[in-house]
């Protein structure tokens, strides 16, 4: 049974930096596309950046430039370094495996907070 651990949120000022990860249980993680996902107040969640098993990146536009996603399959974590961060980056991160269409697939985690102080 899948399950995540997203942790390293936390409170930073605007054009600073944080790394948040995600350890995941339960599924061949190697195999796996895994991806970042956040949801700010009162928005949908919406997918930022994904990885697939032979390390190949895709990112949204908001990110592009500004956030890496990259994974240690011998620990089953994926990680999302940001840099540049903006206060309209502030949101519940969340990671979850990912399918077609940069879509969610599986139970979520209970996500980290990152907050950006203007």
């Known amino acids: 049974q899948l399950q995540l651990v997203e942790s390293g949120g936390g409170l930073v000022q605007a054009g600073g930096s944080l790394r948040v990860s995600c350890a995941a249980s339960g599924i061949m993680f190697s195999r796996r596309t895994m991806g970042w996902f956040r949801q700010a107040p009162g928005k949908q969640r919406e997918w930022i950046a994904s990885?697939?098993?032979?390390?190949?990146?895709n990112y949204g536009d908001s990110v592009k430039g500004r956030f890496i996603i990259s994974r240690d399959n011998a620990e089953n974590t994926v990680y999302l370094q940001m840099i540049s961060l903006k206060p309209e980056d502030t949101a519940v991160y969340y990671c979850?495996?990912?399918?077609?269409?940069?879509?969610?697939?599986?139970?979520w985690g209970q996500g980290t907070q990152v907050t950006v102080s203007s």
């Open positions: 990885i697939d098993s032979a390390g190949n990146t």
């Open positions: 979850n495996m990912v399918v077609a269409g940069n879509k969610p697939f599986g139970s």
